[in-house]
């Protein structure tokens, strides 16, 4: 681990350098686009997704969490998708899946075994198992999924009506993007 910390630390040293002389550009925090992105945290993603999608720094708000999940009621992930919207000014949001994704084989059976072969007491898995197989059991297909949580979005109560919201999947090889919602209204 402290490796990794070293090579975190060298690398930012390296990174803040020719940062400073490339000529530091003062962004707002207000996202340009005024669009929020909720993504899975998938690490092929990382230097493809926003690239694809022809959004810079200072673009949008991304929020990332496995299999790009969206709850019925409030949530960090609902809290995030406010503060973008009441606070930053979004009026978009969208949901982008992609092909492969861990969470399509990732199930509560299969989090519970690797918990408990990890010594997690069963009372605590017990205790989070219901919760757990509301979450990661019902994404099994990317598309689907991407609908599923674009529909919790229309209907949470949190978000208002002036929001539109939007759906797509990403290749994780080539970056290719299809669209599965467009332009949807609250519910
Ligand atoms: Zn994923």
């Known amino acids: 681990m402290s490796d990794l910390?070293?090579?975190?630390?060298?690398?930012?040293?390296?990174?803040?350098?020719?940062?400073?002389?490339?000529?530091?550009?003062?962004?707002?925090?207000?996202?340009?686009r005024k669009l929020a992105v909720l993504a899975c945290m998938d690490a092929r993603l990382l230097y493809l997704l926003e690239p694809a999608l022809g959004l810079k720094?200072?673009?949008?708000?991304?929020?990332?969490?496995?299999g790009n999940t969206a709850g019925r009621g409030f949530d960090s992930v609902i809290g995030s998708l406010m503060v973008a919207v009441y606070e930053l000014h979004v009026e978009d949001i969208l949901v982008?899946?992609?092909?492969?994704?861990?969470?399509?084989?990732?199930?509560?059976?299969?989090?519970?075994?690797?918990?408990?072969?990890?010594?997690?007491?069963?009372?605590?898995i017990e205790e989070l198992e219901p919760r757990l197989m509301a979450w990661a059991?019902?994404?099994c297909d990317s598309e689907e999924s991407v609908r599923v949580a674009v529909r919790q979005l229309q209907k949470n109560p949190y978000l208002p009506d002036t929001v539109r919201f939007?759906?797509?999947?990403i290749r994780p090889d080539t970056g290719d993007v299809r669209f599965i919602v467009e332009n949807a209204e609250k519910k």
């Open 137 to 139: 059991d019902p994404v």
């Open 96 to 124: 982008i899946g992609h092909d492969d994704c861990g969470m399509l084989h990732t199930t509560s059976a299969s989090l519970c075994e690797k918990m408990a072969a990890a010594g997690i007491p069963a009372a605590v």
């Open 166 to 169: 939007h759906g797509a999947v």
């Open 57 to 66: 720094r200072g673009d949008a708000n991304i929020i990332k969490v496995a």
């Open 5 to 32: 910390v070293s090579y975190i630390k060298e690398a930012n040293h390296t990174f803040v350098t020719d940062h400073a002389a490339s000529g530091i550009t003062e962004l707002s925090k207000y996202p340009a």
